[in-house]
């Protein structure tokens, strides 16, 4: 089924290069989105922006690291010097380290909180005119299942995913009569290399994979009813590691 409303719609999606934020991309673009790509490694944007232009859909990629607090401005003004406007932002970068919190440095905490959490905010923040004037403008913040809960040796990471969940929900609050909807997706397991460095631990089979969370950002966006469902937490009932 496809997406309700989406053809010709522009979105900027964060940490595109790879895992969730490729497979969210690519399943945009095939709902005829065209898409903003951002991550650090431009081979690795480059890549799917060939994926998504060799598929017939429209695509364009920008190299930022959101530990710098002037690239989130920077992303949004070349996105709609780009492809004309914005009407859809999925905020699905993030970083992460194992240490316990005794052995957590500052630089590591501070990035933590960059990149997870300042990041969409000032994203979220210098997006709005141009969602507010989409007329259907659409947030969407990949949390993960630790903005719920605590996990040892992952401090900075939990504590940034908490403030993540906890912006999102007011902010879904502060645009809703601006006819702008907030979706907070957290996963749990999925399938990416984040978690194969966090994890090296984890049988892999019992991970979900990034287009499935791909597929309820698709499934959040055919609900055009007055019902807003504003979070999803997904996990795999009796596989998934993190529950």
Same mark, same amino acid.
């Given at each position: 089924?496809? %997406? *309700?409303? @989406?053809? $010709?719609?522009?979105?900027? #999606?964060?940490? +595109?290069? !790879? ?5 969210? %991309? *690519?399943? @945009?673009? $095939?709902?005829?989105?065209? #898409?903003?790509? +951002?991550? !650090? ?6 890549? *799917? ?195």
């Amino acid at each position: 089924m496809s %997406a *309700v409303g @989406l053809t $010709g719609c522009v979105a900027l #999606v964060t940490g +595109a290069s !790879r895992g969730i934020g490729r497979a969210i %991309a *690519v399943a @945009l673009a $095939g709902q005829g989105v065209r #898409v903003a790509l +951002a991550a !650090r490694t431009v081979t690795e944007l480059e890549t *799917v922006k060939n994926l998504i232009q060799k598929t017939g859909g429209e695509a364009v990629a920008f190299a930022a690291d959101l530990a710098d607090r002037e690239a989130p401005k920077r992303l949004v003004s070349e996105t709609v010097a780009a492809l004309g406007g914005l009407d859809i932002l999925v905020n699905n970068a993030g970083t992460a380290t194992t240490h316990s919190i005794s052995a957590t440095t500052v630089e590591e905490w501070d990035r933590a909180m960059a990149v997870n959490a300042r990041a969409p905010f000032l994203l979220c923040r210098d997006a709005l005119p141009y969602l507010t004037r989409s007329g259907r403008g659409k947030i969407v913040n990949i949390s993960s299942v630790v903005g719920h809960k605590g996990y040892v040796n992952q401090g900075a990471y939990t504590a940034s995913k908490h403030a993540l969940t906890g912006f999102t929900k007011v902010l879904a609050q502060e645009v809703m009569a601006d006819g702008i909807r907030v979706y907070l997706v957290s996963p749990g397991g999925v399938d990416t290399d984040m978690v194969g460095r966090m994890r090296p631990d984890l049988d892999r089979s019992g991970l979900s994979a990034p287009a499935e969370v791909a597929d309820i950002v698709l499934f959040l966006f055919r609900q055009e009813g007055n019902a807003i469902i504003d979070e999803v937490n997904i996990r795999r009932p009796t596989k998934s590691p993190w529950v």
